[in-house]
């Protein structure tokens, strides 16, 4: 029977190995792991299915964190509580663009929020974006 390596049973960042556990060597760590993928054949099941949730967890974090900094990722949260979801129309007034121009380049403005299906703009993201534009 196989001996089972929870992923919290690691001590110090290292993760049980079956041919650790064979040749009484030093279990992979998460860098070593990193450095040479191929060692991950050497992980237990139970292991590989206990860090692939955490490092899914891992990603969510991180994914919330670049969504919270600024557009100019300089990781400055961005300050929501006085920021206003423009719709199409308020944005294309402020830009002085028509609405099918932020239709159809929305992808590549920096200021566009996706909310579903929905589109819309951050005020203060157009405000950043004039004042880039205007200072070249």
Not at 74 to 95: F, H, I, Y
């Amino acid at each position: 029977m196989q001996r089972e390596f929870p992923f919290e049973a690691r001590t110090n960042g290292h993760f049980p190995t079956l041919e650790a556990e064979k040749m009484n060597r030093p279990i992979a760590t998460l860098d070593e792991l990193l450095r040479e993928p191929q060692r991950v054949a050497e992980l237990l099941p139970e292991t590989v299915r206990s860090l692939m949730a955490h490092c899914a967890a891992l990603q969510s974090a991180l994914a919330a964190r670049l969504l919270s900094v600024d557009a100019h990722g300089n990781g400055q949260p961005e300050p929501s509580p006085e920021d206003r979801l423009l719709t199409v129309k308020q944005a294309a007034e402020k830009l002085g663009l028509s609405r099918d121009y932020i239709y159809r380049h929305a992808k590549a403005l920096p200021f566009t929020v996706r909310i579903g299906r929905q589109v819309r703009f951050s005020s203060k993201g157009i405000e950043r974006y004039l004042r880039q534009r205007l200072a070249r």
